[in-house]
């Protein structure tokens, strides 16, 4: 079982910075995938960047690569959202997802993900 407490969303203009933080709990922390997700009202759910807890490894959508950097803070169990050089089109709901790992299913499949924080607005202006 894993809970996740999500903040650090809010608004920025253009080429402005956000640091999203989503705090973890549960016994399983160690050995989980946390991905970070956006949805725009009327439009898929789409997986922005992914960590590996027990690795450190990541993913991101080609749309962020560059400008997005997911990292973990093992002591908190925190995973961290840095977004830099933020577009009018980063703007969504961000959410915080979990699931247990390894699993064979691609890391931006949100279906594979039992364990979902509140989310958190992010609104970016031109």
């Known amino acids: 079982q894993v809970q996740l407490v999500e903040s650090g969303g809010g608004s920025v203009q253009a080429g402005g910075s956000l640091r999203l933080s989503c705090a973890a709990s549960g016994n399983t922390y160690s050995r989980t995938r946390v991905t970070w997700f956006r949805q725009v009202p009327g439009q898929e759910r789409e997986g922005v960047a992914s960590i590996f807890t027990s690795t450190g490894a990541t993913d991101y959508a080609d749309s962020v690569k560059g400008r997005f950097t997911i990292v973990q803070d093992r002591p908190t169990n925190t995973v961290l959202l840095q977004m830099n050089s933020l577009k009018p089109d980063d703007t969504a709901m961000y959410y915080c997802?979990?699931?247990?790992?390894?699993?064979?299913?691609?890391?931006?499949?949100?279906?594979?993900?039992?364990?979902w924080g509140q989310g958190t607005q992010v609104t970016v202006s031109s």
């Open positions: 997802a979990a699931r247990l790992a390894p699993q064979h299913r691609s890391w931006r499949s949100s279906e594979t993900y039992p364990y």
